[in-house]
């Protein structure tokens, strides 16, 4: 049995979010893969993009920043330079100012910094089930998978936990701008020309800006260090310090990324549970399956389907040209399932390795800076469940997210046996 199967024709419009609703379109993309790895989507909302799905063909292309940028931007949607320098992140920019920005984030998320956390995932997990599974079926996506990231960004930013809802609904309406379960505003369906420098072209994203200039205004007055935003905002050993543009849109993106993807990933997790039942008794023996775990998961989930670069130049691939100036998207939901690297790509193999997956942008600079947390905090997670649990099964359709950019079941009708 397949964890999911896809329903597409073969032949989805990929700029479309509508047709994301029904799932990412697999037999697409691996038509795509087979018949035409570099394909020309028009799109109606703007300038069309080269569609990559290949792998390998990814791999190599993201290690080349200097003829595909991601200094105009990260999603198909055009915009302007001034939109642009308003919005961007360190994601928005390229060797050597990548680099410089990064410097100064990264030890706030290394390895060591993140394995500090364990405890605190491990007990937000345990008072988390420990309170759900009190249920025999319930929405795993919003009971458990919302939860627990939730509830450890407050730990990571050091806000007050009363503020954490309203933060993460904040982070909903950004990142999952064309869902209107998740916001008023939906990017494809009206005018929002009057927050285009804000992030994703967001009202939250002003609401945001605010909340973060006032929580460090509180943290600075008190003397609180506690939390990455303090490191963040220390001198780099060069003596620069982060700018305050640079700091809000950061902060935007910790809360809007750093709490969905990891979301999306447990829901997934949980999905194939449903469907592959013999994950849980995999999990329940233990051993070395938790340093294989998160990646795979993670692989299956790929709640970022792809990211954008632009042609600084012409450059030829399979027989085409793109030309200087073309969007190009990299779709990691594509490589992810390629068969040419993953054998069996369409289960998920908790003992797969090696697991050299996309997701986290492997290959290139862009590294995602949250990876440790993310894959501590699927380990957790999987091992305090299967402790508690004999049995997890479908109990309703799952739902799935209306947007090409962020993959995830928004709703995941679950039904348990408690051990």
Known sequence: ???WTPTDDGYADLASHDTFVQGVPLNTFARMRRDDPLCWTPWDGGKGFWSVTRYADIFEMNRNT??????QGIRMEDQSYAEYLARRTFQETDPPDHMQMRIKLARAFSKGVIAEFEA???QIC?????AVLQQDSFDATKTIARELPMRMLGRILGTPEEDLPWLVEKGDALIANTDPDFTSHVLDKMSTDEFRMMPFNSPAGAELYAYAKDLMAQKNASGDTNGILHLILQPSPDGSVIS???FRNFFCLLVAAGNDTTRYSIAAGMQAMCHQPELLGQMQQGGDIWDT???EIIRWATPTSYFRRTATQDFGMHGKTIREGDKVLYWFASANRDDTVFDDPMRVNLHRTPNKHLAFGHGGPHLCLG?????LEVRVLFEELSKRITTIEADGPQQFLRSNFISGIKSLPVRITRA
């Open 1 to 3: 049995m397949t964890v």
């Open 66 to 71: 200097q003829v595909f940028s991601s200094a």
């Open 120 to 122: 605190d995932i491990r």
């Open 126 to 130: 345990v008072d988390i089930l420990d």
């Open 244 to 246: 305050e543009a640079e």
């Open 293 to 295: 775990l998160p990646d």
């Open 371 to 375: 990876m440790w947390l993310a894959r």
